[in-house]
């Protein structure tokens, strides 16, 4: 469509004013304004008054594919400006999400026991909210760090495409998640070829004067690797062995 405008300076562009083609001429001049993917910066730098019936109006053009937009911020907003400059094809920062969904790329990483690992790696907005949701319980993290900006930034700084939840998203989405790995668990002790070995600890509260006892449980997994999962966390009236015993059997039938 931009290619015909020389050839046909009186057609409307979807409707909009007729504009001189020396408009299209000069994106050079634009290119100066373009500041790493803010449409902000070139929606208020580039717009030009134009009349069209009589009446003003402002309108924005796309450094990238010279496409003229409404911009008048009291009239249309920055809603379909936003749309057109995510969506624009010639934008640079656009391309890349047409690509790397499809392209798989080498990556490398390194256990805590010095080992190395490559593996193949794509974007996958599942993996990375598992991974998230990983971070904040094993890390004891609160839900708000979600929106520490030192920790948007680093993470932007990894990967740029990464869509952030909400605070409250994500103490709901920890639920789900703990369901999920109870059940991987429970999948996996039900294996009769594992064995499992219990083991509890109790305490008193310093300050709540409330009894808890933890149970924990240890196997070995076919690649004899050791594992120990907390599964059962509660309070109990006393540390008597008969109390122990009779919250452990509870615990056991819960668990099948």
């Not at 993996?127 to 680093?154: V, Y």
């Not at 952030?164 to 999948?187: A, C, N």
Request: hydrophobic residues 35%; glycine residues 4%; proline residues 4%.
């Amino acid at each position: 469509m931009i290619q015909t405008m020389d050839a046909h300076e009186d057609q409307d562009l979807d409707g909009l004013p007729n504009v001189p083609s020396s408009r299209y001429r000069n994106s050079d001049a634009h290119d100066a304004n373009i500041e790493d993917g803010n449409p902000a910066n070139w929606i208020g730098k580039d717009f030009d008054d134009q009349e069209n019936d009589g009446i003003e109006r402002k309108w924005a053009e796309c450094n990238y594919c010279l496409h003229l937009l409404a911009a008048d911020p009291n009239r249309n907003g920055t809603t379909s400006i936003n749309k057109h400059f995510n969506g624009c094809k010639l934008n640079p920062d656009n391309i890349p999400k047409q690509v790397d969904d499809k392209q798989q790329k080498l990556s490398f990483t390194k256990a805590p026991n010095g080992e190395g690992h490559v593996y193949t790696w794509k974007h996958d907005d599942t993996r990375i909210q598992l991974a998230l949701l990983g971070l904040f319980t094993i890390g004891e993290l609160p839900f708000k760090f979600i929106e520490n900006e030192a920790f948007i930034e680093f993470v932007n700084s990894l990967n740029g495409r990464v869509k952030f939840p909400s605070r409250h998203k994500i103490s709901r989405d920890v639920v789900s998640f703990y369901l999920m790995e109870r059940q991987k668990l429970y999948k996996h002790l039900s294996n009769p070829k594992t064995a499992i070995h219990l083991s509890n600890d109790t305490w008193t509260s310093s300050c709540q004067k409330i009894n808890y006892m933890v149970v924990t449980t240890h196997f070995i997994t076919e690649d004899f690797v050791m594992h120990k999962r907390v599964v059962n966390f509660r309070e109990v009236d006393t540390h008597k062995a008969e109390d122990m015993a009779r919250e452990l059997l509870i615990f056991i039938n819960e668990w099948g």
